[in-house]
């Protein structure tokens, strides 16, 4: 596996521009990095136990993603058999042995879509180890025939984050070849084709988290065939130090427009992965309050960590907070987000 350095261009979320002086090279845009073809299990909420599957080289990709925290690479759109999809099969099998799992999931450390046998090991992986296929990808290569490869995959999730060609731009510096117009088309193409199609929608502060920018692609949304569609934001350091999380505040309005007009349930993220945040005994509510600056958290995520944390009746205690004005509570759908405006 060999990796090929490039001089990489910033790009600057003002003037929505990607053309721009040559910049000296971020740590990590050259790396020769090999990672283990399969790792884990890891735990998710939507997926239990996944034993993930890397089918392309550290941070082979079609985008360069501003939020990306694997860091710099240029993006191709060139698919290539890096690994033989026996070699995965047999990995696979060992792993399975000895460890329990629900899915094995297609994705890693670059867009898995760039292998052109993932089609066949989605098959194999079915049919001779007998398990539930998940394919994360960024859906970028769906238009190209890959939504038809990975169609017979028991879950398919693809990233948005915006219609608008610049901005889309701006946030992925795509491979040449690629527009968001094909983008788009190729996301209705997966979303007829697949078993299960979800979508979740990256947000960076002030690039496409305005109402605009919910309203322009909640109507989008709903012409596709969507299971599910979840908000998420950049919770690790990307390789564009420019990049931010949204505000919490403007996260849920985003959320909010984008469920009315789109038709669809629509899920904030809040980034907190298997186990509530920790919360000081001693002075719970301070404690929980310094959490939702910083981090949205779910009702639910709070009265877990409350609890864990000793406090007799957590729901008291978050009414009692939300009363006051410590932090402030919006529902979006069924479920109820704990934020606080500074």
Known sequence: MIARCFAWRRVSPISLSYTHPVHPRPRGACSSRVEPIVFGPVYSRRLGWSLGVNLVPFKTCTWNCVYCYLGYAQPVVERRRWIEERVVVEKVLEKVRSVHTDYVTLVGIGEPTLASNIGRVVELLKSEVGVRVAVLS???LFNRGVAFEVSEADYIKATITSVDEDKWRVLHNPAAPLNAEEFVEGLWLASRAAKSFHLEVMLVDGVNDSPEDAARLGSVIREL????VAVNTPFRPGWARWVN???????LRFASILERVSGHRVEVLTGRGLRPPRIDPSKPGESL?????????SWSEAVEALREA???NPE???RELVETGVVKARRVGSETYLYRED
Not at 245 to 251: H, I, L, N, S, T
Not at 289 to 297: D, G, K, M, N, R
């Open 138 to 140: 960024n859906g970028s």
């Open 225 to 228: 065939g969507v299971t599910s």
């Open 245 to 251: 999380p949204p505000a919490p505040e403007r996260v």
């Open 289 to 297: 309050a310094e959490i939702v600056s910083t981090h949205i958290l």
């Open 310 to 312: 000793g406090v007799e």
């Open 316 to 318: 008291d205690t978050l």
